[in-house]
């Protein structure tokens, strides 16, 4: 042998000494019916699970995580549309305060007011939130006002209706005692009563004390004081008056009521001539004023534990707590920027984030209902951040979740940031004198929730394949190896 073919020898040698896959002869191996049997099931079983793990490697699965929230915006936005079935637009009022001390009474700014009718649709639009303007009262002489004959008639339970029955016109104070836009207003009514009698206007000028007169107040339904209100064949019409309290502009509005009315128009000449206008058939009243309002629009609130809330308020009266009703329904509620489902962006990540993450606006379409007097709901909102991650990007080698910061600082197509927010109501009492408010206190989470889309690595998927055709066969071939000895042993016995 030449020593070339001895050095070759020994190289093949030396490897076939590292042969971790040694080969039996086959005349040495035996086929067995049970080996026959084993084999097809591992080749089975080995076929699903490679079916299945092929299958769950091209699903995506949506994964969470808490992250503290990295928003450094100082404020947040609040999206709201609230419907107050029994609360007159004209005294709805929005208040925002915090705990830094923000107290931001009547927000006008992005709110609007719709009027509704008696079946809760829009019918008139109120015009955005804006600052009620001060009326003007008279300004009387005490003496001169000592020395006036007072002649405007003091209704009650009993003569209410017969009054109305009697005056197929009528304007009406109903007014408390304590208010102080009453007493300022007392003296002009009666002023204002003295002159109509004076010119033989057919018009009856009432007023009702709400104090002691408290059913006949709530029956008519007298949410503030002063309530002036014209009645035409005992029917009240609307919008009751809101414009100056002085004598000439109260008997200017009753001027121009007589000559809204055909009947009325030549009023002057026939008082002159006669005295006493008769009656004619009742006409049909105008279209109702129903005191439902729908207020909707944004707010722009700090980053800190806070509330706004909806009360009924006035600059130019003093409200009647007791018919107060808050009864209101959640249209819509929601914190950041609106989540346009119809856009195509918003409409791509949200068809991909399973409905237990998309608490956006859980109260949606919920109704209020205080059917008592002194109480409101008080919702407490907890909020909470959540970044929605669908590129599918998993976790990077470092095992944070990559994106928090591109969802917050980056317009891409597939993050959104927004909030949710879990909401409890508690129905609360009030003291007979305290306005109630429908108040919605809400608390900012300093955690973040992160949404994520996560896609297997391919490398995880070719060894979980390995690892699931490697571990069949072995195990198999173990079962094998047992049920051969033992039927094997029986056999010989």
């Not at 050095?7 to 971790?20: A, E, I, T």
């Not at 014209?230 to 029917?235: A, C, F, K, L």
């Not at 889309?453 to 069949?472: Q, V």
């Amino acid at each position: 042998m030449n020593p070339a073919q001895g050095r070759g020898g020994g190289g093949g040698q030396f490897l076939s000494g590292v042969d971790f896959y040694r080969r039996v002869p086959r005349d040495l191996t035996e086929s067995t019916s049970l080996g026959a049997w084993m084999s097809l099931t591992a080749i089975a079983i080995m076929g699903l699970l490679f079916v299945s793990e092929s299958l769950a490697f091209a699903r995506s699965k949506i994964v969470t995580s808490i992250t503290l929230d990295e928003d450094t915006q100082p404020q947040m936005r609040v999206n709201f549309n609230l419907t107050f079935l029994d609360l007159h637009c004209d005294y709805v009022a929005v208040d925002v305060l915090d705990a830094l001390g923000t107290n931001r009474q009547n927000v006008t700014k992005n709110v609007e007011k719709w009027q509704l009718d008696s079946d809760g649709n829009r019918r008139i639009f109120s015009g955005r939130n804006r600052e009620t303007r001060e009326v003007l009262y008279e300004t009387h002489d005490p003496e001169q006002d000592d020395q006036a004959q007072y002649t405007a008639s003091e209704l009650d339970q009993a003569n209410f209706s017969d009054f109305l029955r009697k005056h197929e016109l009528v304007f009406i104070d109903f007014y408390a005692p304590w208010c102080m836009w009453c007493q300022r207003l007392h003296p002009t009514w009666q002023k204002l009563a003295s002159a109509v009698q004076q010119d033989q206007m057919p018009v009856g000028i009432a007023q009702v004390n709400c104090v002691t007169q408290a059913d006949l107040c709530r029956d008519q339904k007298i949410q503030a004081f002063p309530t002036l209100r014209w009645y035409r064949d005992s029917q009240p019409e609307y919008p009751e008056y809101k414009q100056d309290r002085t004598v000439a502009a109260l008997t200017g509005f009753v001027k121009r009521k007589l000559e809204m009315n055909d009947k009325y128009k030549n009023w002057e000449q026939k008082a002159a001539e006669t005295g006493d206008p008769s009656r004619s058939p009742k006409r049909p009243i105008g279209r109702p004023d129903h005191p439902g309002c729908q207020i909707s629009g944004h707010l722009m609130v700090n980053r800190v534990p806070g509330n706004f809330h909806v009360e009924a308020r006035s600059k130019n009266h003093n409200l009647n707590a007791a018919m107060t009703n808050l009864t209101h329904r959640v249209n819509h509620l929601s914190f950041g920027e609106p989540v346009l489902a119809h856009h195509r962006k918003e409409k791509r990540i949200l068809k991909q984030v399973p409905e237990e993450y998309k608490q956006f606006s859980p109260i949606d379409g919920h109704t209020y209902l205080t059917d008592k007097y002194h109480q409101a709901y008080h919702h407490y909102i907890k909020v909470v951040s959540t970044q929605l991650d669908m590129s599918g990007n998993g976790k990077d080698d470092s095992g944070d979740f990559t994106g928090v910061n591109a969802i917050i600082t980056n317009d891409n197509y597939n993050f959104m940031s927004t909030y949710q927010f879990l909401e409890q109501s508690q129905l609360v009492f009030y003291d007979d004198l305290d306005v109630p408010e429908a108040r919605f206190s809400y608390d900012i989470s300093p955690m973040s929730v992160l949404v994520q889309k996560e896609n297997r690595k391919w490398y995880d998927y070719l060894t979980s394949l390995c690892a699931i055709l490697g571990g069949t066969f072995t195990t198999l071939g173990l079962i094998d190896a047992t049920l051969y000895r033992a039927l094997k042993a029986k056999k010989q016995d």
